[in-house]
């Protein structure tokens, strides 16, 4: 199978809508001149731009290498859902974190909106940032009682989230297709390609540099600090290294456990037209970004011209892309009826970094070099906040001890490339078979 989905930001399948509305990509031309930094940051998604910029504010100097465009993998992909907290259940947290980092991760993430959304105001990013909350919507009675028991874990640790029967469900979505909804008002939408560039903007004003199209081949250890060479053969000198290359690490690379650690996950968007002035009326009136409790999910969410962005599991290749597009057809005039024989303009996908607990990474893979990653499907507001971390740490501001996360070693997952062709042919059977 096919492991990578390394085409350039031209194909259409890679960030078809994002690739269309964003603002332009600011200029990060290949790295030529050899260079000598205080930190080097391998990869332009979330985690790197975010660590690039806190450390320029913080007065150190950062320089990121991506191997294709700013955005490139997840971070320019994804449905845009700014979440807090992760996908396990908050009580499962301190269960398998322990008594520090269980409680403290939970904070950091649950705070996670906020720090994207305040970099955001900041900033001024132009992002389509909206900030009315997501909805997690409970498909039938178990899907509801799952929704139940982490709304009140949640309530528990005082956040604002609210449970909400079919009715207040079918009001706020435009469909009832659903058994209720989990409203978290910390949480919102935006657009993930513009929030990038976004981030990558404001780093450079900061300081930092960025080089596009300059993807790391080699470290070497030179005793007092790394030496990076990209496959163009360019350098850099730092004395600290952030890998942020996530689920889009190559299995080549110079640490190539990073991408045995992961199982990829496909997940594809198809957006329609702006929807008219009266099919937003009903259709996610509100602007909440939604997704289900099914096993096989699906999200749904508008951009900032009312066009309906709608996704699920799957990759859009071979006959999957047919087989997707026709279920997002039927699923969707099953939902709203309104909206039967709608024609998706944009159609992309891109690969979700999974770990076999849920749970995200920290590594320290050499001397000064860390790599976050694993985000099962929430790095918005993880990538931003880990990043942030990251400078803290080198910057002096905080020590190993006060991370989110705790660090462990790199642990292969076994049969991975099976569990990945499960996804992708499982995802495809039950959009063969399945209208919803
Ligand atoms: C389809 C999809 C939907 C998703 N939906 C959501 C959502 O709604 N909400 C949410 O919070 N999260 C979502 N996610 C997850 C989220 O997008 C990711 O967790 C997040 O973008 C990860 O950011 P990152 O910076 O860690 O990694 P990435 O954004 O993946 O960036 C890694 C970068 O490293 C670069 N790279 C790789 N190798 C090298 C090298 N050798 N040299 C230099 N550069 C290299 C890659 O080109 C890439 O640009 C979704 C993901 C996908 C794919």
Do not use: K
Request: with cysteine; net charge positive.
């Amino acid at each position: 199978m096919e492991r990578h989905v390394l085409s350039t930001r031209a194909d259409p399948l890679t960030h078809g809508l994002w690739e269309a509305s964003a603002p332009p990509a600011p200029e990060a031309p290949p790295l030529q001149a050899p260079r000598s930094v205080d930190v080097a940051i391998v990869g332009a998604g979330y985690t790197g731009l975010s660590a690039a910029l806190h450390l320029a504010e913080g007065g150190a100097s950062a320089l990121v290498l991506e191997a294709m465009d700013i955005g490139f993998g997840g971070s320019g992909r994804n449905v845009g859902l700014v979440n807090a907290g992760l996908w396990v259940m908050p009580a499962a947290l301190p269960e398998r974190l322990g008594p520090v980092h269980g409680p403290r991760l939970l904070e950091r993430l649950g705070e996670g909106p906020s720090v994207v959304f305040g970099l955001i105001d900041r900033h001024g990013i132009p992002c389509e940032a909206v900030r009315q909350g997501t909805l997690h919507c409970a498909v039938g009675a178990s899907g509801f009682r799952g929704l139940g028991e982490r709304a009140r874990q949640w309530q528990a640790l005082g956040a604002p989230v609210e449970l909400l029967d079919a009715s207040a469900a079918a009001r706020l979505t435009g469909t009832t297709a659903y058994s209720g909804a989990l409203l978290d008002r910390r949480a919102g939408t935006l657009q993930p390609l513009a929030y990038a560039r976004g981030l990558a903007r404001a780093a450079q004003a900061a300081g930092a540099t960025l080089h596009a199209h300059s993807p790391l081949a080699a470290v070497r250890d030179e005793g007092t600090h790394w030496r990076l060479t990209t496959a163009q053969g360019a350098t850099v000198d730092a004395r600290w290294v952030l890998v942020a290359t996530n689920a889009y690490s190559a299995p080549a690379g110079p640490w190539p456990g990073l991408d045995e650690e992961l199982v990829r996950f496909p997940y594809f968007n198809l957006a329609t037209r702006p929807l008219s002035e009266r099919e937003r009326a009903t259709i996610l009136p509100q602007r909440q970004g939604a997704w289900d409790t099914a096993l096989v999910l699906s999200s749904f969410r508008l951009d900032a011209a009312g066009r309906l962005v709608f996704g699920s599991v799957g990759a859009l290749r071979g006959a999957g892309r047919a087989i997707h597009r026709d279920w997002g057809r039927r699923a969707l005039a099953r939902l709203f009826p309104s909206l039967r024989g709608i024609h998706f303009d944009h159609e992309w996908y891109g690969h979700i970094g999974m770990t076999r607990d849920a749970l995200p990474r920290l590594h320290r893979l050499a001397r000064n070099t860390w790599s976050f990653s694993g985000y099962n499907g929430r790095g918005i507001a993880p990538g931003t906040v880990f990043g942030r971390e990251f400078a803290r740490l080198v910057l002096g501001q905080c020590s190993e001890a006060d991370m989110a996360l705790p660090v462990t070693p790199v642990q292969a997952v076994p049969l991975r490339a099976a569990r990945e062709a499960g996804y992708e042919w499982g995802a495809r059977a039950v959009h063969l078979l399945h209208g919803h």
